[in-house]
């Protein structure tokens, strides 16, 4: 439920019990989104990247964190049949471009 403004409490456990109900039943996905990264999907189970969330990733130069943002925008957008808008403070919207779409050769 995405409604906006004060909602009480038991409304809350009422999505999150359906959701671990969902999650024990054989929906694995039920409480977020996967990365599309098998290893970092099994290490956030069960909860994934919960709906909702701002995923914000940091690291020194040099680490990888343009090459992993493409590959979870990538699943995002193409797996997922997500909108998936992308910031970054160092690259401009061509050099994004041109990462996305040299990262996944689908």
Known sequence: ???????HVKE??????????????????????????????AM??????????????GARP????SAFMSLLTNHSAIDLQLN???FSMEMSGEQIFERSITTDGK
């Open 44 to 57: 956030l189970r069960p909860k994934l990247i919960p709906r909702g969330s701002l995923v914000a990733v």
């Open 1 to 7: 439920n995405e409604d906006k403004g004060l909602r």
């Open 12 to 41: 809350f456990g009422k999505e999150w019990f359906n959701n671990l109900e969902k999650y024990h039943e054989g929906d694995k996905d039920s409480f977020g989104y996967t990365t599309g990264i098998i290893d970092l999907d």
């Open 84 to 86: 998936t808008p992308v």
């Open 62 to 65: 040099k680490m990888g964190k």
